[in-house]
T-cell receptor, first 118, second 113 residues
Framework: DTGVSQNPRHKITKRGQNVTFRCDPI?????LYWYRQTLGQGPEFLTY????????KSRLLSDRFSAERPKGSFSTLEIQRTEQGDSAMYLC????????????????FGPGTRLTVL | GDSVTQMEGPVTLSEEAFLTINCTYT??????LFWYVQYPGEGLQLLLK?????DKGSNKGFEATYRKETTSFHLEKGSVQVSDSAVYFC????????????FGKGTKLSVKP
């Protein structure tokens, strides 16, 4: 178990460019979450997947943002036409939801991708 | 909607002092409650959790008790160390099928030797 990994760790881009981030969850985890964290704030939920299905999207996720998890393993988050307000840390987390229930609420976080839009 | 309020920092303590970081929540249903910690330069790590009223979560000398009557989940440690310096986040997961966590703004703790 190598934990949740995210790439790249840092991304600097110019306003108007598109960026894509990748998240690799813990291998047996079927749920994957994306959050955004700005300086001095707690993480805010963006969207989550159960297997390959995107089950919920926050109102924070404008139409410039899109996320995929095509094979139920890794996920990508793309931001089109980036704006300076998109500068933040983008966090990915994963968890295991068992059909039988039980203690499955724990989300494990990756190190994040820090995006700076100039 | 659901929300978490935690005491604002920064909090500065001397080594071996007692720590309390207050956290209260607003939620419908029966949320699970969590404390996460973010050490400098590192990602969020789960510190402890409680999934029902009166449960006590504990780890690394930290404790928090799920108090439904006061809608609180205060974090405590009897004797802090310099290595405990970090940002602490209180969070809840709603009682419905949605899985996302709702976080407080975080409390920065600095422990001086």
């Amino acid at each position: 178990d190598t934990g949740v990994s995210q790439n790249p760790r840092h991304k600097i881009t110019k306003r108007g460019q598109n960026v894509t981030f990748r998240c690799d969850p813990i291998s047996e985890h079927n749920r994957l979450y994306w959050y955004r964290q700005t300086l001095g704030q707690g993480p805010e939920f963006l969207t989550y997947f159960q297997n390959e299905a995107q089950l919920e999207k926050s109102r924070l996720l404008s139409d410039r943002f899109s996320a995929e998890r095509p094979k139920g393993s890794f996920s990508t988050l793309e931001i089109q036409r980036t704006e300076q307000g998109d500068s933040a840390m983008y966090l990915c987390a994963s968890s295991l939801m068992r059909r039988s229930g039980g203690d499955t609420d724990t989300q494990y976080f990756g190190p994040g991708t820090r995006l700076t839009v100039l | 909607g659901d929300s978490v309020t935690q005491m604002e920092g920064p909090v500065t303590l001397s080594e071996e002092a007692f720590l309390t970081i207050n956290c209260t929540y607003t939620a419908t249903g029966y949320p699970s409650l969590f404390w996460y910690v973010q050490y400098p330069g590192e990602g969020l790590q789960l510190l402890l959790k409680a999934t029902k009223a009166d449960d006590k979560g504990s780890n690394k000398g930290f404790e928090a008790t799920y108090r439904k009557e006061t809608t609180s989940f205060h974090l405590e440690k009897g004797s802090v160390q310099v290595s405990d310096s970090a940002v602490y986040f209180c969070a809840l997961r709603g009682g419905g099928s949605q899985g996302n966590l709702i976080f407080g703004k975080g409390t920065k703790l600095s422990v001086k030797p």
